[in-house]
């Protein structure tokens, strides 16, 4: 039985939004149990209308809910040890949650995720990894912002954290993993990337099948399983796609609605269009996990719907279920056991 | 009168679709002459089948042709002073053409470019400009590639310069220029783009308007007409967004044929998936430009064909005629002028 714990307060909509979908993802996974945390009287009203979902949650009141805006120190001098969010993350600390699902802002719901729950040992720095929709189906792409430049013991982590969790998300024994660069020759890109491709090559995993190096257009292609950059490039690459699918959409909109013909082409074809839609979806890829601490926290889009926050904690009961954790502790055991001197330089 | 050089011999297909290009491009711009520079015994056959095109043009043969897949230092070895793709820039460095433009390798490119022009007074290092495709039409994004990484000062350069090019290509008076960053708020982002925000602003330029940050997702927005970023992000969300494209048109056509009413579907809409396609097609904003440097060399896609190097030409067309490379100098001579204290620590 998996235990999910919710921040309800976080999110541009709080707990209008995340109860909702806290509802549907029960529906999906009737095993599930929830951990809430919220401030009641904005959120017992909406609880009450979902009575099967109530029946397998504990509720907690929080007063304080961390905003949008808030920086993260800022975030970390309020809410610390008090906050909906941090009392999320802190049940999974506690043991009483297995996983914790947040749509709070980035910054603090990183911040207090490091605080509370530590990084793992020979880790650090946390990373975020995305899903990424595909030609092929999905990949991982990490770090997609949780922290600005790696070095290249760190694209390493990230490349051993990230083939974990593919592991755990799409049962791939052995998941292909490659570091984004600009062109493919090893003799161009940045000098932490080359120095990681060494690295990870010399390192001879046997979790991880390493590729090489990727370009940008390989995200989309689904060259690899895992796709590992720093957190600049990783954030700039998730958001220019997601923009450039925003883009197209709005040519393909106003395509379809410029003559007579074209909508009515547009009324015959529209089971698949709405086919397409559901494709480009960014509700159904929703859900970034930050790897590396001890502990499954799992950031949701801020702006989604109950559908979208639902995705999310679908991500968070499969890492949870696959035992994301201890796959991620035991691969990077298993390289620092052989690697014992190049071990990171902040032991936690 | 406008004359361009050209390096016939670069690209995937060499003149084979470098010489249609320039047929193409001349159509577009009669009065336009041309420099080509080629092995004669390649190019003469090709050559002789647009006689309109031939009478604009001087051909001079050339013994080498610099490889797709040669190394910039392997190149300037074997090709300096004496391959197809020098000649061409060469032309421009004695003032034979008033932009050069080749389909080749872009290391290989640069380097010779760089070689030849060298880069102007107070600018360090050149950088690669590409025209984006936008909701609001078009923006300008450099550096994306020319370069690894840059400095809050080289990062400046980029903006005055990518401002003159919009100045050129636009014809906007004021352009609005944005910094790549992650998160929009001052105090995220990488140290260099924090430093050069502050630069910027504190420069008061007459020729640009700052804007502040921008995100992956205000590029197919176009929030900016101008986005300046380092040359690693750059080439990493240029592709990210051309994979991105390729991706969606792929589930389109997916969608499109599955069934027979969507078959019927866009057999009625035809027109408008053509109008689309058009949008969508790479070839029609081929064409990136090397700023920096005493001339233009406009950098077209090696794989593209005739429709996409007649592109790439007309973007030197406009940038010549429009006098991009005087532009640049006197902005940055405004520039610098006022902050002499802040010149680049290598003055060509």
């Not at 799409?170 to 020759?185: K, S």
């Not at 292609?221 to 958001?239: I, Q, S």
Request: glycine share 10%; charged share 25%; net charge negative.
């Amino acid at each position: 039985m998996i235990r999910i714990s919710l921040d309800l307060m976080g999110g541009d909509f709080g707990p209008e939004v995340v109860i909702p979908g806290a509802a549907k993802a029960l529906e999906r996974h009737p095993s599930v149990s929830f951990v809430m945390f919220g401030q009641q009287e904005k959120c017992a009203p909406i609880l009450a209308q979902y009575p099967a979902l109530r029946e397998k949650s504990v509720f907690h009141h929080c007063e304080i809910a961390v905003g949008m805006d808030e920086k993260p120190s800022q975030a970390l001098r309020r809410g610390r040890y008090k906050s909906s969010m941090w009392k999320a993350i802190e049940a999974v600390k506690a043991k009483e949650a297995d996983v914790a699902v947040s749509a709070g802002n980035t910054g603090a719901l990183m911040a207090m995720s490091l605080f509370c729950l530590r990084t793992m040992a020979n880790i650090e720095r946390p990373a975020l990894a995305g899903i990424w929709p595909t030609l092929k189906g999905e990949s991982i792409v990490l770090d997609v912002g949780a922290t600005i430049g790696a070095d290249a013991q760190q694209l390493l982590d990230f490349a051993v954290m990230g083939g974990a969790m593919a592991r755990a998300l799409f049962e791939i024994e052995r998941p292909m993993v490659g570091l984004l660069n600009v062109g493919v020759e090893e003799v161009k890109g940045q000098e932490e990337v080359k120095e990681a491709g060494r690295l990870i090559r010399e390192a001879g995993l046997d979790t991880i099948n390493y590729y090489g190096f990727v370009e940008g257009d390989d995200l989309g292609r689904g060259t690899v399983d895992v796709v590992v950059t720093e957190g600049f490039t990783g954030n700039v690459a998730l958001k220019t796609a997601e923009g450039t699918a925003r883009q197209i959409a709005e040519y393909l909109r106003a395509a379809m609605s410029r003559t007579l013909l074209a909508r009515l082409g547009y009324l015959l074809a529209k089971e698949a269009f709405d086919r397409l839609r559901e494709k480009m979806d960014p509700r159904k890829v929703n859900g970034a996990v930050f790897l590396g601490l001890n502990g499954i926290v799992i950031k949701s889009h801020g702006g989604t719907d109950a559908e979208g926050f639902a995705a999310a904690i679908d991500v968070g009961y499969d890492m949870a279920r696959n035992g994301l954790t201890q796959k991620i502790e035991n691969d990077l055991k298993e390289y620092h056991a052989r690697h014992s001197s190049s071990a990171g330089p902040e032991a936690a």
